[in-house]
């Protein structure tokens, strides 16, 4: 072990910030760097324990000691150069650090928490006991005993290693009972330490980023969707388009995980919502996550900045998100060598820092912020040179309903508003009369779905999306029958309404709420109204100038 030279602009002097006491942290890898990043702007030293001299973390913490996390001499010698040690990665000789705590060396989070983190089957045990949500598991040791596992569980089985996996490795899938050898095979045997999970059927795999503090108190990110490619978190949509109730549910399954374990500091959980709406819990990590990333641009506090005060006693940070919508693309190695880079600088149009590349490897991520969802993946899609979403697929912000396809000449005006300032949208028809059961489901899944605003009168007393009104003309009464049912709606259920067949201005009020949380729409809506504006200035000057039976000749009398 010995300690490699101070980055460029560094120096021993004492750091004058929030905090007086020097953070160690075992691995110095990107999870590293971004937690020194957070440091820098707190004034919080930082140490780094890594074995590459060139690590990502190197150039930017106070202290890069070279050597192993996993030995135990080296990190009780680094742990004497600390006030208080923390982990960015796992896989740390936890043996050591129990002996340390017994030092009174101060580690969070603590060691009790790394080792049940560590094996896989321990860690699904301990949170079996605290009545966590887990899918159905078993240890197995012998052909016979995972065979039984395969007949108990049915296939397809998931067979995983207990210790050293993650991103996918270390996890296998027998199909049948005649895989089950070759699978034990490729994990390296049962020696190595192997257990089974019954095969969860899930819709979407979700995460919570919860961050404990020294009196056990705890906050919790909102509620993310992670998305994978070779069993690497590929994308995170933060929030997570889930109904409420299943973000309350996530939110609490992964809130009591972490206060089953021991010591402060930043935890990942990693969730499946299966399709009869159960959450489980997949697996957890002591440390800023992937999952998280996104919390630097998109959340008051980063998760980073959050872990540093979590573990030094500081209060903790408001983790509500600051934009409405974020999506996180984790860049990673599409190729061996040159030909990688070359593919990840068409992504990010600069050199990399970094001393290698390997296929699948985590090159960096690119967070994008926005007003929607829907703004922020169309970024992404423009980012990646990727034809745009089908517009068949794209998920709805605004709806437009009738009762009836008779609407529909007055209704087509609201459409083509909101087709011109392109707002996904849908038109359907939902009859109040005839199909009360549609109107029923319709109106209370819209929040769910995404949809911010629908324009129609006869389901505002079912959702909490803003409904707008539009009085339709009939035979007999004109259309005042249809407006006075809109505007005398009882007190709690508020409709807004617009003239008598005027879907037009209905369209462009939707517009108009819409592009109160969307700055680029709120542009477009300033952009139609000076246009407007410019349309009445140039009559004006073309009736000036021609005078007014000239002007009656030429532009009025042929409508």
């Given at each position: 072990m010995h300690p490699s030279p101070p980055p460029e602009g560094h120096s021993d002097q004492p750091v004058h910030g929030v905090t007086n006491t020097v953070v160690g942290v075992l691995g110095g890898g990107q999870l590293g760097k971004m937690l020194c990043q957070a440091a820098s702007q707190m004034g919080v030293r930082m140490a780094i324990l890594d074995p590459l001299e060139d690590?990502?973390?190197?150039?930017?913490?106070?202290?890069?000691?070279?050597?192993?996390?996993?030995?135990?001499a080296t990190v009780s010698e680094f742990a004497k150069r600390c006030g208080v040690?923390?982990?960015?990665?796992e896989h740390v000789d936890a043996v050591t650090l129990e002996k340390l705590e017994k030092q009174g060396i101060d580690c969070e989070p603590k060691a009790s928490t790394i080792m049940i983190i560590q094996d896989k089957y321990r860690q699904k045990t301990h949170f079996s006991k605290f009545g966590i949500p887990l899918p159905d598991f078993v240890e197995v040791d012998t052909l016979s005993s995972i065979e039984k596992a395969g007949e108990m569980f049915g296939y397809p089985l998931m067979v995983k290693s207990k210790r050293l996996a993650y991103d996918g490795r270390g996890n296998a899938v027998a199909h049948d009972k005649k895989e089950l050898s070759s699978v034990v095979a490729s994990l390296g045997g049962f020696e190595h330490g192997l257990y089974v999970e019954r095969w969860t059927s899930f819709v979407k795999e979700l995460s919570v980023i919860v961050a404990r503090s020294r009196d056990?108190?705890?906050?919790?990110?909102?509620?993310?969707?992670?998305?994978?490619?070779?069993?690497?978190?590929?994308?995170?949509?933060?929030?997570?388009?889930?109904?409420?109730?299943?973000?309350?549910?996530a939110t609490n399954v992964a809130e009591k995980a972490i206060k089953s374990l021991e010591g402060a500091g930043v935890f990942a959980v990693e969730l499946f919502l299966t399709q009869d709406n159960q959450?489980?819990?997949?697996?957890?990590?002591?440390?800023?996550?992937?999952?998280?990333h996104h919390t630097i641009e998109s959340c008051y506090t980063s998760q980073y900045e959050q872990h540093l005060?979590?573990?030094?006693?500081?209060?903790?940070?408001?983790?509500?998100?600051?934009?409405?919508?974020?999506?996180?693309?984790?860049?990673?190695?599409?190729?061996e060598g040159e030909a990688g880079f070359t593919q990840a600088h068409q992504l990010i149009e600069r050199a990399l820092d970094i001393s290698e590349i390997r296929k699948q490897r985590k090159m960096g991520h690119i967070t994008i912020v926005g007003p929607s969802k829907y703004s922020v993946k169309a970024r992404l899609d423009k980012l990646l040179q990727r034809d745009a979403y089908d517009p068949k697929k794209v998920k709805p912000r605004a709806a437009i309903i009738m009762g009836s396809d008779s609407d529909l000449p007055v209704m087509k005006d609201a459409a083509v508003v909101l087709k011109k300032f392109n707002i996904p949208f849908e038109l359907t028809i939902v009859s109040a009369h005839r199909t009360p059961e549609r109107m029923y489901h319709y109106a209370l899944s819209a929040k769910e779905r995404g949809l911010e605003v629908i324009i129609a009168g006869m389901v505002a007393s079912l959702t909490s999306v803003p409904v707008i009104g539009v009085p339709i003309m009939t035979s007999s009464l004109h259309g005042t029958d249809s407006l006075l049912s809109i505007v005398q709606m009882p007190k709690g259920i508020p409709v807004a309404t617009v003239a008598i067949g005027n879907a037009e201005n209905a369209g462009l009020l939707a517009v108009r709420m819409l592009a109160s949380r969307d700055p680029e729409l709120g542009d477009k809506a300033t952009e139609y109204q000076h246009d407007l504006r410019d349309m009445v200035l140039e009559k004006a000057k073309r009736l000036e100038e021609l005078g007014w039976e000239e002007y009656t000749e030429l532009y009025l009398k042929k409508h």
């Amino acid at each position: 072990m010995h300690p490699s030279p101070p980055p460029e602009g560094h120096s021993d002097q004492p750091v004058h910030g929030v905090t007086n006491t020097v953070v160690g942290v075992l691995g110095g890898g990107q999870l590293g760097k971004m937690l020194c990043q957070a440091a820098s702007q707190m004034g919080v030293r930082m140490a780094i324990l890594d074995p590459l001299e060139d690590c990502p973390a190197s150039s930017v913490c106070h202290e890069h000691v070279v050597g192993s996390f996993n030995d135990g001499a080296t990190v009780s010698e680094f742990a004497k150069r600390c006030g208080v040690l923390t982990v960015e990665i796992e896989h740390v000789d936890a043996v050591t650090l129990e002996k340390l705590e017994k030092q009174g060396i101060d580690c969070e989070p603590k060691a009790s928490t790394i080792m049940i983190i560590q094996d896989k089957y321990r860690q699904k045990t301990h949170f079996s006991k605290f009545g966590i949500p887990l899918p159905d598991f078993v240890e197995v040791d012998t052909l016979s005993s995972i065979e039984k596992a395969g007949e108990m569980f049915g296939y397809p089985l998931m067979v995983k290693s207990k210790r050293l996996a993650y991103d996918g490795r270390g996890n296998a899938v027998a199909h049948d009972k005649k895989e089950l050898s070759s699978v034990v095979a490729s994990l390296g045997g049962f020696e190595h330490g192997l257990y089974v999970e019954r095969w969860t059927s899930f819709v979407k795999e979700l995460s919570v980023i919860v961050a404990r503090s020294r009196d056990g108190s705890t906050v919790c990110y909102p509620v993310v969707e992670t998305i994978h490619k070779d069993n690497i978190c590929h994308v995170v949509e933060a929030p997570a388009e889930v109904p409420d109730k299943i973000k309350k549910l996530a939110t609490n399954v992964a809130e009591k995980a972490i206060k089953s374990l021991e010591g402060a500091g930043v935890f990942a959980v990693e969730l499946f919502l299966t399709q009869d709406n159960q959450v489980l819990l997949n697996e957890v990590a002591p440390r800023p996550h992937n999952s998280g990333h996104h919390t630097i641009e998109s959340c008051y506090t980063s998760q980073y900045e959050q872990h540093l005060r979590a573990i030094l006693g500081l209060p903790l940070g408001d983790p509500s998100m600051k934009a409405p919508a974020s999506i996180m693309y984790n860049i990673l190695g599409e190729d061996e060598g040159e030909a990688g880079f070359t593919q990840a600088h068409q992504l990010i149009e600069r050199a990399l820092d970094i001393s290698e590349i390997r296929k699948q490897r985590k090159m960096g991520h690119i967070t994008i912020v926005g007003p929607s969802k829907y703004s922020v993946k169309a970024r992404l899609d423009k980012l990646l040179q990727r034809d745009a979403y089908d517009p068949k697929k794209v998920k709805p912000r605004a709806a437009i309903i009738m009762g009836s396809d008779s609407d529909l000449p007055v209704m087509k005006d609201a459409a083509v508003v909101l087709k011109k300032f392109n707002i996904p949208f849908e038109l359907t028809i939902v009859s109040a009369h005839r199909t009360p059961e549609r109107m029923y489901h319709y109106a209370l899944s819209a929040k769910e779905r995404g949809l911010e605003v629908i324009i129609a009168g006869m389901v505002a007393s079912l959702t909490s999306v803003p409904v707008i009104g539009v009085p339709i003309m009939t035979s007999s009464l004109h259309g005042t029958d249809s407006l006075l049912s809109i505007v005398q709606m009882p007190k709690g259920i508020p409709v807004a309404t617009v003239a008598i067949g005027n879907a037009e201005n209905a369209g462009l009020l939707a517009v108009r709420m819409l592009a109160s949380r969307d700055p680029e729409l709120g542009d477009k809506a300033t952009e139609y109204q000076h246009d407007l504006r410019d349309m009445v200035l140039e009559k004006a000057k073309r009736l000036e100038e021609l005078g007014w039976e000239e002007y009656t000749e030429l532009y009025l009398k042929k409508h």
